[in-house]
């Protein structure tokens, strides 16, 4: 196991060598800089030369992809191009609002996702079933832009029980509806993923077996059925984090959270490439570190996977 | 049976929820469809500029609650280059001039002017300005900024403010320790000398580049860079906190040199989807919101917002350009060919409605030298299709081209008629989308044949619809992407330049409009309108000409 956990943590560094290396070229291929966005209008080309090279733009691709690279290696990971922050300490401001946004959201979606997907499954083709095929049919289908300004309008400008948007103080009822909005999106998943699984156990000839032995009915689901079925939504669900901590862009923008995502989208559009580098690495970092968790997981809930 | 039921309730169930969707978009959507009778009459009755302040003695007090679309880049003058920062460092700073509602320069840390000659402006200074941590503001603070924006070590995209000062090109080379032509007579009197005479230079003056910094700040930070979020002026407001994608807030500065504001402050929140802006706004969480064009027509329609609604044409003159030295627009009679094909009456009168009206030059409404009737090229298929032929062009062989545009709905939704029209006019003509960053270097290169872009006004005077447009020194990034390229017209435009005689100026600046109208360099479509919302308590309210003359002085909240 722990040898296992050596080399597979040895294999980050390919990785994320790759990353940065298709991160900086897709990066360097795409036209416009952050020079447009620095000078902005009626600046000479003098200036712009001028700026260019502050930046050490005008150097050849390998010099500059190798000079950002052995600053990381150092542990710097530069300043903005366009507000002059440092990427480091961005990160370590926005990425606490991106992780609380998806720690909630993902709340949301084990609790409710299992919950309706249990009970959907066991009460396959009643009234409830096709309630809840009916909604999670809709709410896959529904983008989260529609979504979030729904909700944003019920919640926060009809009723007025919740805070529109932004972090204000930064207390968890800023949190509430962007988890909800995220959280409900992927509990649709869960929820349908949870009902197939559980469908697919119940008619295993061991939950015949255990009811005919008469243990009674809730016995059977937790303890046999839902066990069993634990083992395939469980791994979804850790990859499920992974999704919702890189993926809660269009959610961070709309509520106006300044998480990692929006400013992420930010320093594309501005072509600021220390911190597209230094956040595409952040991301990746995690993602890989997820893609090891349900690895690992594999490996406690289903005894029968072995490393080797 | 059990089965017919089931789906009698999701039937139920998904029509409940649906019915929860639509009640939703239905009550927004309600005041819109009578919009079509009432429109106009409550355009007429919301053309004003102004709130009400005629409703008792202003009070002081309140945090103004506003909003900014985006982060911001910088706080410093020397680097605040787009509009949203140009705001920002306006309130913080204050410049020795200042512009009033229509944009006409009026005094700010210049208490008065003189101009012994043309090429000379002896500014006086007030003598009760201080800086936000004490300092007192004097001439040799001018001078500092001044030759700081100059300075190549520090690296400002706006040099060109104040190329023209006599002296300031020797000091960029380093051959000299300061710029000549700005001269300290004593604390309280400056002296600047220009070059040659340079007529739009006073109101150059009210640019964010030229507002005044403390020496003492600057010099504080080794690299100058990380002044950009601790600014330290003479505005109105003080700088209090900025947080990335967050908040920016700033208060009254209670010794401001002409009074302080009546507000106590500014809490700025950021917030980049509009439609998030709205509904802050609508639960009562804004006290201002710019109007995305999409709900305009619900917002004035509706009794309850609509009397605190205020809307003016703004200085954006959006136009499509034509690339002088690139196929087919080389040719005059092409450019010529396309301006007759628009029918730019309807288009603009139908898909910008509310937020546009017709362009018919560069000189915009509201700057000296507009001129009212003019219209060069008013929709003629049939000579358009002529001077097709002429330039050789046939059913068989149409005049085809790309516009290239920056991606977004409200482009797409103004150009695809625009591109029916040329079509039918015997063109056939391609659109290209691009992300902006990108389009915006494809452009400044000259590689568009035809791209779609807007001006807006950096000082109010003609002259800056002309010269960076249109002078051939100015091609590409300058902001003649065009290329465009007429020995005629760069006379006239220098000559102007240079004229102090006003109505000569006035008359030069004309003839120099003619021209690139004659030449059909681009085809100017429609001027944008904005549309401002207050809350009721919220008087003073202004709409102000020029992008950063507003510092937020005659605003008071009533509550």
Same mark, same amino acid.
């Given at each position: ?7 597979? *943590? ?18 360097? *291929? ?16 003098? *200036? ?62 084990? *609790? ?99 009811? /005919? ?79 090891? !968790? ?15 | ?31 819109? $469809? ?56 306006? !309130? ?73 000062? $006599? ?206 009737? !003019? ?30 545009? /920056? ?131 919220? $008087? ?20």
């Amino acid at each position: 196991m722990i040898k296992y956990l050596i080399r597979r *943590i040895i294999m980050l560094i390919p990785v994320m060598i790759g990353v940065s290396l298709v991160t900086f070229s897709l990066i360097y *291929i795409v036209p416009g800089d952050a020079v447009e966005v620095i000078v902005g209008e009626r600046a000479s080309e003098e *200036i712009r030369e001028k700026a260019i090279e502050e930046l050490g733009l005008n150097k050849p691709f390998h010099q500059q992809y190798l000079s950002y690279m052995s600053n990381v290696l150092k542990g710097n990971l530069g300043k903005s191009y366009i507000n002059n922050k440092s990427i480091k300490e961005s990160i370590m401001e926005r990425f606490p609002i991106t992780f609380k946004l998806t720690l909630y959201s993902f709340a949301i979606s084990v *609790i409710v996702g299992i919950f309706v997907g249990v009970v959907s499954a066991v009460k396959q083709n009643t009234v409830i079933d096709s309630i809840v095929r009916g909604t999670t049919l809709l709410g896959v289908s529904t983008p989260v832009m529609f979504s979030s300004l729904l909700i944003i309008y019920i919640f926060g400008v009809w009723l007025k029980v919740m805070p529109v948007s932004g972090i204000g103080d930064g207390s968890i009822k800023y949190f509430l509806l962007p988890s909800l909005v995220l959280g409900l999106n992927s509990a649709v998943f869960t929820a349908r993923l949870t009902r197939s699984c559980m469908l697919e156990v119940i008619r295993q000839d061991y939950i015949r077996t255990a009811r /005919s032995k008469g243990i009674a009915e809730k016995i059977v689901i937790f303890k046999h059925a839902m066990r069993n079925a634990m083992i395939p939504i469980s791994t979804n669900l850790i990859m499920s984090f992974g999704y919702l901590l890189t993926g809660s862009v269009i959610t961070e923008t709309i509520f106006g959270l300044p998480g990692l995502g929006s400013e992420t989208v930010r320093a594309v559009f501005q072509r600021d490439i220390p911190a597209v580098m230094g956040y595409f690495l952040f991301q990746a970092v995690i993602f890989v570190t997820f893609n090891l !968790l349900v690895d690992i997981s594999y490996a406690l809930i289903n005894p029968r996977i072995r490393f080797n | 049976m059990v089965k017919r039921k089931n789906k009698i309730y999701t039937a139920l169930i998904l029509l409940l929820v649906l019915a929860l969707v639509f009640s939703g978009c239905g009550k927004s959507n309600e005041p819109s $469809k009578e919009a079509g009778k009432t429109s106009t009459e409550s355009a007429e009755k919301a053309t004003t500029n102004e709130t009400e302040s005629s409703s008792g003695e202003p009070k002081y007090g309140g945090i103004f609650r506003s909003y900014l679309g985006n982060d911001l880049k910088t706080l410093d003058p020397a680097f605040a280059t787009a509009e949203r920062e140009g705001k920002m460092v306006s !309130l913080l700073y204050d410049s020795l001039v200042k512009f009033d509602v229509n944009g006409k320069v009026i005094p700010s840390l210049a208490k008065s002017w003189e101009t012994p000659d043309d090429s000379t402006l002896i500014f006086h200074l007030v003598d009760n300005a201080k800086f936000h941590n004490g300092n007192p503001f004097t001439a040799q603070d001018v001078k500092y900024s001044f030759e700081r924006i100059l300075d190549p070590e520090v690296g400002s995209p706006r040099t060109w403010v104040f190329e023209k000062v $006599k002296g300031a090109k020797d000091f960029m080379e380093g051959k000299s320790d300061s710029v000549e032509g700005i001269e300290v007579s004593d604390d309280y009197t400056v002296k600047i000398t220009l070059e040659q005479p340079f007529a739009p230079f006073l109101s150059m003056l009210g640019m964010p580049a030229a507002h005044i910094v403390d020496k003492n700040e600057i010099e504080k930070y080794p690299d100058q860079k990380d002044y950009a979020f601790n600014p330290v002026g003479t505005g109105p407001f003080k700088f209090v906190e900025y947080s990335n994608g967050d908040k920016f807030v700033i208060e009254a500065n209670e010794d401001y040199f002409s009074g302080r504001p009546y507000i106590d402050g500014v809490n700025y929140r950021i917030i980049q989807d509009e439609s998030t802006a709205v509904a802050e706004f609508e639960a009562g969480n804004l006290d201002e919101l710019d109007i995305p064009t999409a709900d305009i027509d619900r917002l004035k329609n509706n009794p309850a917002y609509a009397p605190y609604i205020l809307t003016s044409n703004t200085f954006w003159n959006f136009y499509i350009g034509l690339t002088f030295n690139k196929e087919p627009f080389n040719d005059i009679r092409v450019r010529k060919a396309f301006c007759y094909a628009i029918d730019r009456e309807a288009i603009i009168n139908t898909v910008k409605r509310n937020a546009g009206v017709v362009s018919n030059g560069p000189i915009p409404p509201g700057l000296d030298g507009y001129r009212e009737g !003019l219209n060069p090229y008013p929709y003629n298929i049939d000579k358009a299709k002529e001077l097709l032929a002429e330039a050789g062009y046939s059913e068989e062989n149409p005049c085809s081209f790309e516009l290239w545009h /920056s991606d977004s709905k409200t482009n797409v939704a103004l150009l695809e008629p625009i591109q029916a029209m040329l079509n039918q006019a015997g063109f056939k003509a391609k659109l290209v989308a691009m992300e902006w960053n990108s389009y915006k270097a494809a452009v400044r290169a000259g590689e568009a044949q035809a791209f779609y872009l807007s001006w807006g006004a950096d000082y109010p005077d003609a002259e800056n619809y002309l010269y960076p447009l249109f002078h051939s020194s100015m091609s590409g990034g300058g902001g003649n992407e065009t290329r465009y390229n007429n020995p005629e017209f760069d006379k006239i435009i220098e000559q102007a330049q240079r004229t102090s005689d006003y109505d000569e100026r006035i008359k030069l600046y004309q003839k120099a409009e003619d021209i690139t109208i004659e030449d059909a360099a681009r085809l100017w479509l429609y001027l944008s309108k904005e549309w401002l919302l207050y809350r009721p308590e919220v $008087k003073g309210a202004k709409i102000y000409r020029i992008f950063n003359a507003d510092k937020l002085l005659d605003i008071w909240l009533d509550r």
